[in-house]
């Protein structure tokens, strides 16, 4: 069984920063894309970043020199670290891992990242 979970989330004031974990069970993060996505209240969730199997990267243009997103293969985990946070970032983040060659997706539960004075 697939599992993934996320910790690290909270309340920030703005410009401060929050790093975001997202351990796996059941798979292998090194055998797909790993990605995190957001969903603000009221709004549709959100492609955030991605990484992939061979280390390629893409970042929503809203958080490109802001967020950056790891992934240590020998913990199995993906992180997002977040910097020079904004109000508009205010959303409940979740892990993503979409498996190689295969349609299925798998989603944590989430996390509330609260960026506010």
């Known amino acids: 069984q697939v599992q993934l979970v996320e910790s690290g989330g909270g309340l920030v004031q703005p410009g401060g920063s929050l790093r975001l974990s997202c351990a796996a069970s059941g798979i292998r993060i090194s055998t797909g894309t790993m990605g995190w996505y957001r969903q603000a209240p009221g709004k549709q969730r959100e492609f955030v970043t991605t990484?992939?199997?061979?280390?390629?990267?893409n970042y929503a243009d809203s958080v490109k020199g802001r967020f950056t997103i790891s992934r240590d293969n020998a913990k199995n985990t993906v992180s997002l670290q977040m910097n020079s946070l904004k109000p508009e970032d205010t959303a409940v983040y979740y892990c993503?891992?979409?498996?190689?060659?295969?349609?299925?997706?798998?989603w944590g539960q989430g996390t509330q990242v609260t960026v506010s004075s």
């Open positions: 993503n891992m979409r498996p190689i060659d295969t349609m299925d997706s798998y």
């Open positions: 990484i992939t199997s061979s280390g390629n990267i």
